[in-house]
Structure formats: structure tokens, C-alpha cells
């Protein structure tokens, strides 16, 4: 007996169908996984998804691959066993009822199950940070307000029930934003049940619920704001001063709290003289080589390279807030933001809207207004798309222009 194989249905598609094909007796069956992946993040050899991939969740797919692999080989053990013949049709149904028959969260129907299951997953996974866990979990919560306890089975969420949903969220009187992202989350848990075969109402992808993205208005620290934190005196708050120290890594590195937040003195190397952070980025899987600028240097040697472990993301928020409004930064900035569909302006104070990942914001920011190329800034960041990397580039018109003015093109 041969033992239970995976192919593409055709490598020549950008995106194609995982067969998984057993011989039995002479005889080839297929079956189709339900699941698709690039031919270019497919390995022939393990056939499983490659793990160093960046736009697919490779994780739920190969457990996926594991659990259908290892039913096909017991329908095949039985029948070899039993020396009881198959046919491709009953070799559907059979594989099919040993997926449905208990098999971890395999014949499950009711949804909001589902989600804990899978948010219980993702938090053994190292793939997902305790940030991704969270939208998880706020999208799962606001559905469970939303029931009101009622018992939601896959075929509940049709287009006309989640069209009250995102009402409700409305009514909740959240930014557009945070609704696009609660709906995205919402389908991607859809779109894993259905790879499963567990559900099979696709209303889910209607655009009926879609709430569109907007941009957003979210502030840099520039380098006299960076300046300002570097030089206040925390030395009574050990506490805050380490916030402040690893924000301010973040600020010359570019790398999210997930990176900044595990850096450690092996990923240093040194080229042609030159100090670098070689690291493996968390979300995208890149790696980059990022230069050590001297003020990072600075702060890896007041803690003799050993960086203080960080605490949460939402704490060190509240604490980046705080040590913001001691350092002086109250310039007041005017956010856009929507509801509905709607565009509001809300006032703020510089401090208030800094979080961790204000730190890479600023990064990007501030080697752009200094001239390093975009190609070269996005080598280290790790974005891949040029307009993706511009979102993160946020001064405002008259800054633009004053940059600009420097230029020859406007020299007298």
C-alpha cells in the first residue's frame, strides 16, 4: 500500500487546489483538500507548505494535510485489512466520514465553538503574537454580545444576520476601521471552517457586509521628540525607563514590539567593521540586517547587552503615553476619523497618540525626511510593497514642503 500523497492541481495558476492523491490496488483516487496555496510557497519534496512564507498561514494548513493524510491511511489500512474493494465515489464518502467522525473539531457546526477552538490553537502557535490573539478574541467577543447567547450554527451567518452585525457595531459607535478589521477576522475564522468542510454557506464573502478601510492619521515622533525622551531623567522610575529605552530601540530599528521586544545580544554581527541586528522578523518571516544606530549602541550598553525583558504591549502603551506627556510632547494634532462612513476630526495631544508602534512609524519616517532611499528603508522594515511602506510615512503637507524646499530645483 502506498502511502497517501499531495499534488497541485495545476502549478502554472497563481494560486491552485491541494489534491491528495492515494493508490489502492491498482486504482488512483483523488480528493480534494479544499485548501489553495501559491506553487511558489509549495515543497514537492515535503509536500507541505514552505514555513518561511509570508502571505499564507502555512500552520493551519499542513495540520490540515496531517489530519487528512493520516485519515486516507486509515481508510486504506481498513480496506487492506478488510481486502474489501474501493471505488473513487466511495472512497469520497469514506474519507469524508472518518474527517466528520470525531476527529478533533472535525462534523462541528456550531461556530462560536469553532472560534475558541481555533483562538486556543493559534495560542500554542508561535506564529501569532499575543496582539493577533487579541483581535481574535475581540472579534469572537462582539459576536457572543451580539447572540445574546443564542447557539450559532455555520449556517446562522447569513448575509442578512451579519448585515446585523455590523449594524450593532455601528450602534457601538466604533471607527469604520475597527469594524473592517472585526469582519476580516470574522471571515477568516469563515474561511478556515470552510477549508475544514465544516461550513458550505458562503455569505460570508458577500460585499454586502463589507465596511471599507480608511486611512488613517497617526503621528511620528520626530528626531527633536526623540531627543526630548532620550534625555528625560527616569532614573526614579526604572520602570518607565525601560519602556522608554526599548521604545526608543524601536524608534532607530524599525521593528515592531513582536521584534524589539526579543532582541538579544547573539543577533548582532559585525560587517566590515559595521554592528548589525541580523533578525528574523515574527509576522512576515523576513529576515533583515538592520544598522545598529549609536544610540542604540548607547542603550545596549547601559544594560551591558542584555535589554530588559519587556512587559505586555497594552502596558507598555499606557506607560509610552505617560513618559510621552513628561517628555513636552503636546503639540496638538487633528485626527480624521470615520463612522459610518463619515469623516470627524478629533483633537488630540501629540502624547495621547503614541503607542509601541509609533516607534516604527517613526522610523520610517524619519530615515525617508533624512534620504535614505525607500528601497533600502523597506529592506530592513521588511515591507514588500512600495504603497504598503508609504502608509507608514506620516508628515504632513507643510512638512513636505519645507523638505522639498530645500531642494535645487527651488534654489534662488
Known sequence: MNQPRFNLKNKLEKET????????????????????????QWNDRTMRVRSNQEYID?????????????????????????????????????LEAILSGGHGRKGQTDF????????????????????????????????????????LHFQDLTVSFLKGFVTYLFKEDFMDNHINKIIGTIRMVLNEATE???NSLMDYKSRKISVPKTETDNVYLTITDLGKLSELDLSSKPGKEKVRDLFLIAAYTGLRYSDFSKLRREYIQEV???????????KTETRVWIPI???????????????????????TNDHLKQICKEAGLSDVFTKRVYRGGIVQEEVYEKWEMVSTHTGRRSFATNAYIAGV?????????????????????????LESALIVSAHPFFAA
Do not use: W
Not at 493524510?69 to 469520497?92: D, G, I, V, W
Not at 544610540?295 to 530588559?308: C, R
Not at 525607500?374 to 504632513?396: C, P, Q, S
Open 112 to 151: 462560536l465553538a469553532f472560534f475558541n477552538q481555533l483562538i486556543d490553537e493559534r495560542k500554542q502557535s508561535p506564529k501569532y503574537s499575543s496582539g493577533s490573539i487579541e483581535v481574535y478574541e475581540n472579534a469572537r467577543n462582539h459576536m457572543k454580545r451580539y447572540a445574546k447567547g443564542k447557539k
Open 17 to 40: 487546489l491541494i489534491l491528495l492523491i492515494c493508490r489502492f490496488k491498482g486504482e488512483r483516487f483523488l480528493f480534494s483538500t479544499g485548501m489553495k496555496v501559491s506553487p511558489k
Open 293 to 315: 544606530h549609536p544610540i542604540v549602541e548607547t542603550i545596549l550598553a547601559k544594560y551591558a547587552y542584555n535589554l530588559p525583558q519587556a512587559i505586555s504591549n497594552q502596558k
Open 58 to 94: 502555512h500552520i493551519h494548513i499542513n495540520q490540515g494535510l496531517d489530519t487528512l493524510q493520516a485519515a486516507a491511511t486509515k481508510l486504506l489500512q481498513k480496506h487492506a485489512s478488510e481486502r474489501s474493494a474501493l471505488t473513487q465515489m466511495s472512497f469520497k464518502d469514506e
Open 373 to 397: 532611499p525607500i528601497a533600502n528603508i523597506m529592506r530592513i522594515t521588511g515591507h514588500k510593497k512600495v504603497e504598503t511602506f508609504l502608509k507608514y510615512i506620516k508628515f504632513d503637507n
Open 196 to 198: 475544514l468542510r465544516l
Open 272 to 282: 566590515e567593521g559595521k554592528r548589525f541586528f541580523n533578525i528574523l522578523l515574527e
